[in-house]
């Protein structure tokens, strides 16, 4: 049978067939904090899950039940009525165990054989990267994925390994142990509103599609960037710097949705087809090889919200000599027939001017020499898909300035989400989790993209690893070093500056 498809038209949530069991390995991270357990709850509140549910968490550091109860409640107290919170807590569970030991496998299975053993299975692994295949290993060694009367899915957090070698062995061993439609990796970035859109903007729009080439796209930018350091999580940063933490997952996900050919149905197998086929067609980013299509940065100290914050080396004390690199800017190309010598620009990192995520495809200047010839400037349409914050598209075409003489502007024309949709946006954790738990695979990288990805920066990963490579230092607060500007400057182009103004009301 089909899988169920979650681009069609579905506009509420059908409650998943209750009894259900959630583990949570790693419910005290920040993850877990910040977005699982709140989606939960809020599946809950909306009745997707039913009283029927437990969601048993573990960790390292000790709880009681009632204990992982308040600590639940405090996460979730913003968004908390008194009676939703009565049902939900007595739902949830929590074992206090190290994740490479079976002996606390074997601690977890027992707290739910005096729950409910039988029913669906859903584990979700939250916890840190390198913990995955002790994971895998300890579930299968106990039999874990078993269920007798129910389904078990498995649900993972990018980054899934830590280069191509490391991705191939994960996908190896979880296959030992779970069939590929039962794995959910999880890039949340695909399961935001705004990146689903992509598909209706381009193909559901007869006016979009056939500009969509080389020879109507000058080119294309994708900036992912984060005012946010590194908080607390120096450790954990500093093993993958920005190539494995946005490059390898939300960028590449976010080109291959923008730039991909047409699927001819919304099968999930088929859009996972195309998503691979785009990925398999990029240049692999290779620093040796094309020296100057790829610039490292590093924070300095400098002023955000007005505020001094500190240099990456000061962030905590094994940081003070190291190379690891908080932003980059890339070159890609595809070798494709839609889009050989379209170059992509990407940018991301960390302590950047904005908090903002956004994708723009720079159009071609119109061919016509009668502006030209009265010494008006033209520029290339410009559109903008704004994931994040502020929600929407903006076109920016060139209209007549209002006046005697004939003069042009470029001026935007906007569709906002928060103005147009009152219903607001499904947060994406929330999606993923229905989606998962029902069965439909679209919105997760499967096992041949991932490797794919890995392969297009595997050799900017060999470099940054065997050499003495010095990122360029860039002050906190700005748009990165000066060599990211030099990238683009070198086609004669330069970086399209996020607005501050757009959808901001
Ligand atoms: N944080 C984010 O915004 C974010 C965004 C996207 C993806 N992710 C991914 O999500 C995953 C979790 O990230 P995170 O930020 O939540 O990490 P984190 O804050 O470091 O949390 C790790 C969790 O795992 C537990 N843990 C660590 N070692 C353990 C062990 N040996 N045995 C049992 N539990 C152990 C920790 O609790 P104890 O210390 O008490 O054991 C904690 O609950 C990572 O793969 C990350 O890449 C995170």
Redesign the pocket.
């Known amino acids: 049978m089909a899988a169920k498809l979650s681009l069609k038209l579905k506009n509420f949530m059908q409650p998943i067939r209750p009894p259900l069991t959630i583990f949570l ?11 699982i357990l709140p989606a939960i709850f809020q599946l809950f509140k909306k009745g997707v899950l039913s009283n029927n549910f437990q969601l048993i968490g ?4 000790p709880m009681t039940h009632q204990q992982f109860q308040n600590y639940v409640n405090k996460i979730v107290s913003p968004i908390v009525k008194d009676a939703d919170w009565s049902k939900f807590s007595q739902n949830l569970f929590y074992v206090s ?5 079976a002996e ?1 496998y074997k601690e977890l299975k027992h707290c739910h054989q005096q729950l409910q053993a039988c029913g669906n299975h859903l584990w979700y ?5 390198k ?1 995955y295949l ?1 994971v895998i290993r300890n579930i299968k060694e106990l039999s874990l994925e078993k269920t007798a009367c129910g389904w078990t899915k498995f649900l ?4 899934f390994g830590t280069d191509l070698v490391s991705s191939q062995l994960l996908n190896r061993e979880l296959l030992q142990v779970f069939a590929e439609d039962q794995i959910y990796r ?1 890039d ?1 970035f695909l399961a935001k509103e705004t990146i689903q859109n992509l598909m209706v903007f381009r193909f559901g729009n007869g006016i979009f599609e056939h500009l969509w080439n080389r020879h109507h796209v000058d080119n294309i930018q994708i900036t992912v960037a984060e005012q946010m350091g590194i908080n607390e ?1 120096a450790d ?1 940063y500093d093993s ?1 710097g920005v190539v494995r ?1 946005v490059v390898q997952n939300h960028l590449l996900q976010m080109l291959t949705m923008t730039l991909m050919e047409e699927p001819v149905d919304l099968q999930p197998k088929t859009i996972h087809t195309h998503r691979m086929q785009f990925l398999s067609q990029l240049e692999v980013l290779d620093p040796i090889t094309n020296p100057g299509k790829v610039v490292f940065g590093q924070y300095d100290q400098g002023t955000l919200d007005g505020k001094l914050v500190k240099a990456y080396r000061q962030e905590a004390a094994e940081l003070s000599n190291s190379l690891t690199p908080t932003a980059i800017a890339a070159k890609l190309c595809v070798n494709s027939k839609r889009w050989q010598g379209t170059p992509i620009y990407l940018r991301a990192g960390k302590r950047l001017a904005q908090s903002v995520a956004e994708i723009t495809i720079q159009f071609k200047e119109p061919i016509n020499e009668m502006f030209k010839k009265h010494g008006i400037v033209q520029r290339g349409n410009l559109l903008t898909l704004r994931i994040q914050p502020n929600e929407g598209v903006v076109l920016r075409m060139n209209v007549k300035k209002p006046g005697l003489d004939l003069n042009m502007s470029q001026v935007p024309m906007q569709f906002c989400y928060k103005s147009e949709f009152q219903m607001g946006l499904v947060e994406a954790y929330q999606k993923l989790i229905y989606d998962a738990a029902q069965g439909d695979p679209t919105l997760f990288p499967q096992a041949l993209d991932i490797e794919a990805s890995w392969r297009v920066i595997q050799p900017t990963l060999d470099y940054l690893q065997d050499g003495d490579h010095q990122p360029d230092l860039y002050r906190a607060g700005s748009w990165g070093p000066p060599s990211f500007a030099k990238l683009l400057a070198r086609d004669n182009r330069h970086w399209s500056e996020p607005s501050p103004g757009i959808c901001n009301f």
């Open positions: 390995l790693g419910a005290t991270g920040d993850l877990a904090k910040k977005k573990m960790a390292r550091r165990g190290d994740l490479t030991n606390s692994v939250a916890t840190l990267p913990l002790d993972l957090e990018k980054p999880i949340h999580r954990f993958i933490d």
